[in-house]
């Protein structure tokens, strides 16, 4: 078999494709570890804002104790605010679906004392 300028080329091809296809998977890899570093304090620091809201803490105080523990990784003043704004938001649905469980509740429970005392 002899090899042609045509050969030869794909042969070329071949081993350069795989080689920058590597090079590729090789950026990609390394560009989403180092996504996953960045990202992993923040959602650490997200679950500390929920556990501190459900506490009670304020915002303020929350961001205090952040940049206490995080120093110079802590998120920007606005993010913690937004994240207690939206934690806070969640926790007023929650209360307001049990009161309304709470309220249905003793409405049935009235209703059966009511229907059995008729009998």
Partial sequence: MTLTYQRFTAVLLLIFGSLFLSGIYYCL???WCAAARIL????EQRTNIKFLVK??????EIREMLVQVY???VMKKTAVYKWVKLFLREEK??????DQDGQQQAVLKETLQNSSNCA
């Fill in 93 to 98: 649905v929650s209360l307001t679906k049990i």
């Fill in 71 to 73: 120093r110079d990784n």
């Fill in 29 to 31: 890899r390394v560009f």
């Fill in 55 to 60: 506490l009670g803490n304020s915002g303020k």
């Fill in 40 to 43: 992993e304090p923040e959602s």
